[in-house]
Nanobody, 124 residues
Framework: QLQLVESGGGSVQPGGSLSLSCVVS????????IGWFRQAPGKAREGVSC????????TYVDSVKGRFTISRDIAKNTVYLQMNSLKPEDTAVYYC?????????????????WGQGTQVTVSS
């Protein structure tokens, strides 16, 4: 049974940092692309970042480039999202998701397995 569990959310002031973790079980990261998505109240879910299993390449939505970094630890079966210089507009529930193909896409409908989400709040 494929399972993803996020952790690391919380409340921070603007300019602060958080590190999200996504622990996967039931499959290995070698064969699945993993994406991070977020959904703010009243808004559609948005693809934030993704890491492939083919060549470990990464993608980011423009609004987080230079501030967020996605990485993975194969031995721990964990994908991370390091978030720096956080802004109030980063406030959302963050989800990790798995795609049973090695290449990333930004469409949430392409991902078949999802975590329960973790809340990130950026406020002064």
């Amino acid at each position: 049974q494929l399972q993803l569990v996020e952790s690391g959310g919380g409340s921070v002031q603007p300019g602060g940092s958080l590190s999200l973790s996504c622990v996967v079980s039931g499959f290995t990261l070698n064969h699945y692309a993993i994406g991070w998505f977020r959904q703010a109240p009243g808004k559609a879910r948005e693809g934030v970042s993704c890491i492939t299993s083919s060549d470990f390449s990464t993608t980011y939505v423009d609004s987080v480039k230079g501030r967020f970094t996605i990485s993975r630890d194969i031995a721990k079966n964990t994908v991370y999202l390091q978030m720096n210089s956080l802004k109030p507009e980063d406030t959302a529930v963050y989800y990790c998701a798995a795609r049973a193909l090695r290449i990333c896409t930004r469409y949430d409908s392409d991902y078949g397995w999802w975590g329960q989400g973790t809340q990130v709040t950026v406020s002064s």
